[in-house]
């Protein structure tokens, strides 16, 4: 399984993103600011891809285990984060509740608005989240999560009618597919 943030909004407090499983649409995120050089409990995870295993101690699990009973196993810890010790996925509602980890929520306030970031419904985005991911750690899978930003670059006007024109041609290749005919 493959987890992937993508950071759409970098603010002055917090940074705002999306996660995706598998490439759908799962939540939004909220996490400490990006810098350059880390602060501590103060900036966002670097960009890259880490593992996530069950962590079965420590204080976040021990709370999380009397909130969810036997259905937590662990909390969502990510490994081989360079800089970073304990990074969690939890819950929680602003950059003010994380020291570096990844909160998750159904709903998502522009940094524009509250410079602090702000996630709803965290703990329902939480348990959707980690009934998914756990079902895969428990049976033995490799479950992975990505930090990327959005690539929200201008193309030439050139790249955009290519793009459109493989597109239609793929478009055109399948519906002929479908009617038993292959298109050359």
């Known amino acids: 399984m493959k987890l992937q943030v993508v950071r759409t909004q970098l603010g002055r407090d917090a940074t705002n993103g999306m996660l995706f499983i598998d490439g759908i649409f799962e939540c ?4 400490d600011q990006y ?5 501590m409990h103060e900036t966002c995870i670097p960009e890259g891809t880490y593992e996530i295993k069950f962590r079965t101690v420590g204080g976040f699990h021990t709370r999380y285990k009397e909130r969810y009973g036997a259905d937590h196993y662990g909390m969502l810890w990510l490994q081989d984060v360079p800089g970073f010790e304990y990074i969690l996925i939890h819950t929680g509602n602003t950059d003010e509740h994380t ?13 524009d608005v509250n410079f602090n970031g702000m996630v709803g419904s965290s703990k329902n985005a939480y348990v959707k989240l980690y009934d998914k991911v ?14 990327s930003k959005i ?27 479908l009617k038993g005919r292959v298109i050359r």
Do not use: R, W
């Open 28 to 31: 939004y995120t909220l996490e």
């Open 35 to 39: 810098q350059a050089v880390k602060v």
């Open 99 to 111: 020291s570096g980890c990844l909160i998750v929520g159904d709903t998502q306030q522009d940094l």
């Open 134 to 147: 756990a079902k895969q750690l428990l049976i033995g899978n490799q479950v992975t999560i990505e930090y």
């Open 151 to 177: 690539q929200l670059e201008p193309q030439e006007p050139n790249d955009v009618y290519e793009k459109l024109q493989e597109i239609n041609g793929n478009v055109l290749q399948t519906n002929a597919m």
